[in-house]
Structure formats: structure tokens, C-alpha cells
Nanobody, 123 residues
């Protein structure tokens, strides 16, 4: 499956962005999806994940209450709505996919990756 992420940009602290990731090549609803991010000098970390049906989601503690992951299987798209952004959210954000199974948070369990989209939050 091919993934194309978009929606990154520069925003002031407190602002919002919505990331999108469009999948192609396979049946999107057969895949769990995750959003990861990697800040300069840091390891890639899970931000949020969602199962194939959208029924179950996960958020890392630092984004709970601020970020929302969702998906539209009819559009083969997963979204990450990011509100109340702060400087620590600055990173390259990646979407990733894995064959639907038990929801997993480890990057190594995701088989397909998008190219990344940069989010820069200024104070």
C-alpha cells in the first residue's frame, strides 16, 4: 500500500492543523493506521493509532485531549486533527499502515510508511 501524507506547515502555539494520509494500492479497510512523529535528535514515536473499523483508537499521553485520529474508509484516508499545538509538537509526522490485527503501537510492526510531513510550531 502506498501512503501520501499532507497537511503539515508552520503554526503558532495554540493553533491547529489537520494532517491527512491517503492510501492507495490495497483495500484501505484491511489496515490499521498509525501516526508517528520524529523530532530532531529524537527517536520516532507513536502519536495515535486507529483500527481498521475506527472503533478503537490510541493516543500517546502528551496529545490526549488535543489530537484526534479518524479515518474515512470510503476515501482511503486517515486524519490527524491537532489542536492546541505547542512547541514540543514540532516534528516530521508520518502515517503508517499494517494489516489489521490487534492494535499495535510499535513502529517496527508497521509495514508501510508515508513520506512524512513537517509540522513546525513557533512560540
Amino acid at each position: 500500500v502506498q501512503l501520501q501524507a499532507s497537511g503539515g506547515g508552520s503554526v503558532q502555539a495554540g493553533g491547529s492543523l489537520r494532517l491527512s494520509c491517503v492510501a492507495s494500492g490495497r483495500t484501505f479497510s484491511n489496515y490499521d493506521m498509525g501516526w508517528f512523529r520524529q523530532a530532531p535528535g529524537k527517536e520516532r514515536e507513536i502519536v495515535a493509532a486507529i483500527v481498521w473499523s475506527g472503533a478503537t483508537t490510541y493516543y500517546t499521553d502528551s496529545v490526549k485531549g488535543r489530537f484526534t485520529i479518524s479515518r474515512d474508509n470510503t476515501k482511503s484516508t486517515v486524519y490527524l486533527q491537532m489542536n492546541s499545538l505547542n512547541f514540543d509538537d514540532t516534528a516530521v509526522y508520518f502515517c503508517a499502515a499494517r494489516r489489521a490485527a490487534v492494535l499495535t503501537l510499535a513502529a517496527s510492526n508497521y509495514n508501510y510508511w508515508g513520506q512524512g510531513t513537517l509540522v513546525t510550531v513557533s512560540s
